[in-house]
């Protein structure tokens, strides 16, 4: 709970979120605490799951993945065998960033990053119609991405 946490870890997890490529010495002088504390007190936040990962973001232009498309799932059957069986399912999709169970019209929303329209067409009808228990799906094209990413405030 973020409650366990005192200034200092709050301010080690902020800094880490803006940037994950600060070495710990560039850390510790940030938080004013030596290197040694500094990096027993980022062990210990990695340790109690605080911290899941540190990678880079990958600009999608730059990679051809510029069109980012969010796509509604509803499925045939609202069970606790059907959403395992999509959700094993969707999880070997490697061009699915995101999914997500919600409540509502939908059952789960997709974020996938593709090439353009084409792309996105082919990979619909050759993968994700061929899911099983999909009985529709909903697709919203970004027009523009006003945030994505944003650190956590706490």
Do not use: W
């Not at 059952?107 to 529709?136: C, S």
């Amino acid at each position: 709970m973020v409650d366990a946490l005192d200034a200092i870890d709050r301010r080690i997890l902020k800094l880490l979120q803006a940037d994950g490529r600060l070495t710990n010495a560039e850390l510790a002088n940030r938080v004013n605490v030596s290197p040694a504390t500094c990096h027993r007190r980022t062990q210990k936040l990695f340790g109690e799951g605080f911290i899941s990962s540190v990678r880079a973001q990958v600009s999608p232009d730059k990679v051809g993945r510029g069109a980012l498309v969010i796509v509604g799932v509803v499925l045939d059957r609202s069970t606790p065998e059907s959403f395992a069986e999509f959700e094993m399912a969707i999880q070997k999709l490697s061009f699915v960033l995101d999914c997500h169970l919600v409540a509502g019209d939908f059952d789960y929303f997709l974020k996938i990053r593709v090439r353009d329209m084409a792309d996105f067409n082919k990979l619909h009808g050759e993968k994700l119609i061929a899911l099983p228990g999909i009985r529709q799906t909903r697709t919203f094209f970004v027009m523009k991405e006003v945030t994505d990413s944003a650190p956590l405030d706490f």
